[in-house]
């Protein structure tokens, strides 16, 4: 079971790797921001399976719990802040 | 019975694993900003809560207090992210519209061609 939880922890890593791309290449600032949002969800996951994989999950759910408030804090904020950016209309169309 | 509850929860991540694929293909694939988070904002939810209710039957083989009370925890990471992920996607298309991104449409698609001459009207 413990291989498994490894193999679903690599699958989840090369899901990252997807999403990144988004991060990177995005045309428009919030393109990133959703790239980045994917990416902190999927890492709530990926560190309980890291505290199963130690089998310490009683300490690895907390860490888990303030990651998912923090990536939320994170989100919410920088959206804030980018609601005044000008000209992403047309930035969304160089690829 | 180990064997069954293995097997619950191999099938509860497997699923959960192919909501994250189906994610990251859509968040790649998908043509503009506001249709890139529809697969962001649905998936991602429902991926997690796939995940951790996998996790929770693993760890509820052994059943003592500590188990029980480490599982309603990840259950409670599960209630925050599905109040929080709508939140901050509604945040990000909130910043969309205000920043004047307009949607996707067949015109503006054409309307590519037209900005890269760099003759705007």
Redesign the interface.
Known sequence: ?ST?FLA?AL??CL?ML??M??CLFGP?V??R???V??IG??T??LL??IG?LYER??MF??I??AY??LN?VA??AA??Y?????G???E??TE | MATLLNGISIFFMAMGLLFFLGGAVGIIRMPDFYSRLHPAGKLDTLGIMAMVIGLVVYNLHHLSLAAVLVSIKMLLIVFFVFMSSPTATHSIVDAGMRAGLRPWTQKSRSGKNHLKAGKGE
């Not at chain 1, 980018?82 to 000008?86: C, D, I, N, Q």
């Open positions: 079971m498994f679903i699958g989840i899901l997807l999403s791309y988004r428009t919030l393109d921001l959703v790239g949002n994917a969800s999927k709530v996951v309980l399976l199963f999950v009683d759910v907390d888990a719990l998912a408030f939320f989100v919410l959206s804030r980018f609601h005044k950016r000008k992403l209309y047309e969304s169309f």
